[in-house]
C-alpha cells in the first residue's frame, strides 16, 4: 500500500510540468548521426504483456472531483489518498478530499423574542381603541341601567390603525439570516474507489462515500445569493432593528392618541342622548297615561250619564223571524271606581204591564265594542204568548250588551243554561231615549 498527500494545484502544476517535459522530448538534432549496419537476428522470442502503471495523481482527483460538481460552493482543497493492489489490474483507493466554502453561509431564523416585547408596547394603545362603548360610558357616569349588550361589545380597530398595527407585527416578526459557516471553512470528505484497468486505461467506480460535512452546508444560503437587504442577525443589526420597532411603536401611539381621547367625548355625547332620549321616551309615556286618564274620564261620564237614574233604551230584539219591542228603563244608578250598578226594569214598549225586575252592572273600561253591560233578569209580568217568555219564564235570564261610542246597548237576552245553544238567544239593539218613559204597571208574575 502506498499513501499520497498533496493539494489540487499541486496536482494542476505537476500536469503542466509534465506535459512541457513531454514536448521538449519529441524535439531531434538537425544532422542525424550515422547509424550502424544491423546484423542479422535471430526471430524475437514473445513477450509478456506490460503490467499497467498505477493511477495518476490527477485520475485519482479527477475521479474523486467529478462527483462534486453540483457542489458549488465549495472548492476542493487538500487532497490525499492510499492504494491497495487487490489483484493485477485492480486496486482499491481511499481517498479524502477537504472542501474549502468559497463564501460564508447563511440561514433563516426566527425573530429574536426581543423584538416582540419591543412591539407589545402599542397594547395599551390598541387596547384603548377597541374597548367596548360601555367602558367610556361608565368613565363619564353612565349607570349600569343605561349601557347596552351592544355596548358591551369590543370595537373594531379603525382601517388606518389595523393597517398601522399589522405592518409593525410583520416588521417585528421578520425572519433574520444567521451565519452558520465562514469563507475559507473546510468540510472533509472521504470517497473509496475501485479501480480497474480496461483496454488500455483505468475506470473508477465509486464503492463507498461519506460526504456528511458536505450535505450539512448544503441548504445553506451563500452570501451572494442572499435577497437585496436582507436582514442579516448581528450585534449592531439586533440593536438598530429594536431601535426601529421602538420607532414605530411610537408612530402607532400618537396615531392612536387623538382616536382614543375621541372615544370618550364620543361616549359623553352618546350617553348625552341615550339619557335625552330616555326622558323624552318617559315623557311620552306619561303622556299617553294622562291622556288615557283622559279618555278613560271621558269615557266614565259618558257611561255614568247614559246609565244615569231615569234613563231609558229602547229599541227591538230579534231571533230569526221573530221580533218585537222592548225598553230598558233605570231608576237607580251608584258608580264605582271601575263600575256603574243600577236597578230597574224591562218591558215590552207597547205592552208596558208585562214588565220584569232587572239589575245591571257596566264596566267602566271601555273594550273594543265599548263597555261590557251585564242585566239580571227578575220576577216580574210578561206576554206569554210573545218568545221573548222563554227567557223571562227562566231563573237564569240575562242581557249581555256593550255600551258603544254612540251611546246604543247592543247584545244578546239570553238565558246562562243556554251557552251551549247560542242560536236560541235574542238579538237586542237599543238606543237612549230621551223622553220619560211610561210606567208600566205590574202585572202577570211569573
Not at 15 to 44: I, Y
Not at 107 to 117: H, I, K, W
Not at 201 to 217: E, G, I, K, N, R
Not at 269 to 281: F, G, I, N, P, S
Request: proline share 6%; with cysteine.
Amino acid at each position: 500500500m502506498k499513501t499520497n498527500l498533496f493539494t489540487t494545484a499541486v496536482i494542476a502544476a505537476a500536469a503542466m510540468l509534465a506535459a512541457s517535459s513531454c514536448d521538449e522530448n519529441k524535439g531531434g538534432s538537425t544532422a542525424p548521426a550515422e547509424q550502424p549496419k544491423a546484423e542479422p537476428t535471430a526471430p524475437a522470442e514473445p513477450q509478456a504483456p506490460a503490467a499497467p502503471a498505477d493511477p495518476t495523481n490527477e485520475e485519482i482527483c479527477k475521479a474523486v472531483t467529478d462527483q462534486l460538481a453540483q457542489y458549488t460552493f465549495v472548492t476542493p482543497g487538500e487532497f490525499s489518498y492510499q492504494v491497495e493492489t487487490v489483484a493485477p489490474g485492480r486496486q482499491s483507493i481511499s481517498a479524502s478530499l477537504k472542501m474549502v466554502v468559497k463564501e460564508n453561509m447563511y440561514t433563516q431564523v426566527a425573530a429574536p423574542e426581543d423584538f416582540n416585547r419591543e412591539r407589545q408596547a402599542v397594547n395599551e394603545a390598541a387596547n384603548l381603541a377597541i374597548r367596548p362603548d360601555a367602558a367610556y360610558l361608565m368613565q363619564v357616569g353612565a349607570t349600569t341601567d343605561t349601557v347596552t349588550d351592544e355596548d358591551r361589545v369590543a370595537k373594531q380597530l379603525p382601517q388606518e390603525l389595523q393597517s398601522a398595527l399589522v405592518a409593525l407585527r410583520e416588521f417585528a416578526e421578520q425572519k433574520l439570516y444567521n451565519k452558520v459557516a465562514q469563507a475559507g471553512q473546510e468540510a472533509g470528505i472521504s470517497v473509496t474507489l475501485d479501480a480497474e484497468w480496461k483496454d488500455g486505461a483505468w475506470v473508477f467506480t465509486t464503492a463507498h462515500q461519506d460526504l456528511s460535512q458536505l450535505l450539512a452546508l448544503r441548504d445553506f444560503t451563500p452570501e451572494n445569493a442572499l435577497p437585496e437587504g436582507a436582514p442579516v442577525s448581528t450585534p449592531e443589526f439586533i440593536e438598530a432593528r429594536k431601535a426601529e420597532i421602538a420607532a414605530k411603536v411610537a408612530e402607532f401611539n400618537e396615531l392612536a392618541k387623538p382616536f382614543n381621547q375621541g372615544r370618550e367625548e364620543a361616549a359623553r355625547q352618546m350617553l348625552t342622548e341615550r339619557l335625552a332620549r330616555v326622558e323624552e321616551d318617559a315623557r311620552r309615556s306619561q303622556e299617553q297615561v294622562d291622556a288615557q286618564k283622559v279618555e278613560q274620564q271621558q269615557w266614565q261620564e259618558v257611561c255614568t250619564k247614559a246609565l244615569a237614574a231615569g234613563c231609558n233604551f229602547a229599541g227591538e230584539w230579534t231571533r230569526g223571524k221573530h221580533f218585537g219591542e222592548i225598553t230598558l228603563h233605570i231608576e237607580q244608578a251608584k258608580s264605582f271606581d271601575n263600575s256603574i250598578q243600577f236597578f230597574g226594569t224591562i218591558y215590552d214598549t207597547k205592552l208596558p204591564e208585562a214588565s220584569l225586575d232587572i239589575a245591571g252592572r257596566c264596566e267602566l273600561t271601555p273594550g273594543e265594542n265599548g263597555s261590557e253591560v251585564n242585566v239580571t233578569i227578575y220576577d216580574g209580568q210578561y206576554d206569554p204568548d210573545q218568545p221573548t217568555a222563554e227567557v223571562y219564564d227562566a231563573k237564569d235570564g240575562m242581557l249581555v250588551l256593550h255600551l258603544g261610542q254612540d251611546g246604543k246597548l247592543t247584545g244578546v237576552m239570553t238565558c246562562e243554561s243556554w251557552g251551549e245553544a247560542p242560536e236560541r238567544a235574542f238579538a237586542v239593539q237599543l238606543t237612549p231615549k230621551t223622553a220619560p218613559a211610561q210606567q208600566p204597571a205590574k202585572a202577570n208574575k211569573r
